[in-house]
């Protein structure tokens, strides 16, 4: 798929197209990226790299489906990431960035949950400096909940 056709699939379907593009079927946990995510600070990183470790709070409620958690995570210094709790396989947390603000996915990343576990967080997002992000709960292809855009 050539850039600009995945970049108007984006733009088109929002997370929708987000799902898409994830498999359906999941073994082992694993990082998805789209858009131009990857193009500011910290994305591309794990919460839990240096200077940013225990740096994020939790912004807005835990939003539930059928007994799944879904938690959004800021850092004034780092950006945001997406948690998801007591989750099944072939399910993901999804981060949507937009770069203007607004609430239009530019750049998105999600992470699959292993096989054997419950939980998946993303990497980095960088919605400083004016950009806003959102966290999404996937299973099998559909977005079921979401936090809203921060």
């Known amino acids: ?8 699939l984006l733009a088109a379907g929002g997370a929708a197209a987000v799902m898409a593009l994830l498999p359906s079927s999941a073994v082992h946990a694993a990082s998805f990226s789209g858009g131009n995510y990857g193009a500011y600070a910290r994305e591309g990183q794990y919460p839990t790299v240096s200077g940013c470790a225990g740096t994020f709070r939790q912004i807005g409620a835990t939003r539930t489906f059928e007994g799944m958690a879904l938690k959004y995570y800021y850092s004034d210094a780092c950006g945001s990431f997406a948690r998801i709790e007591n989750a099944r396989t ?10 203007s603000g607004a609430g239009r ?9 292993d096989s054997g576990l419950t939980y998946a967080y993303t990497k980095i997002g960088n919605n400083l400096d004016g950009r806003v992000s959102r966290a999404i709960l996937a299973c ?3 977005a079921l909940v979401n936090t809203g855009w921060y």
Not at 1 to 8: E, G, K, P, Q
Not at 105 to 113: F, I, L, M, R
């Open 140 to 142: 099998d292809g559909h």
């Open 90 to 99: 072939n399910c993901a947390a999804v981060l949507e960035r937009s770069n």
């Open 105 to 113: 996915a530019d750049g998105w990343v999600s992470e699959t949950v």
């Open 1 to 8: 798929m050539s850039r600009r056709s995945l970049t108007t």
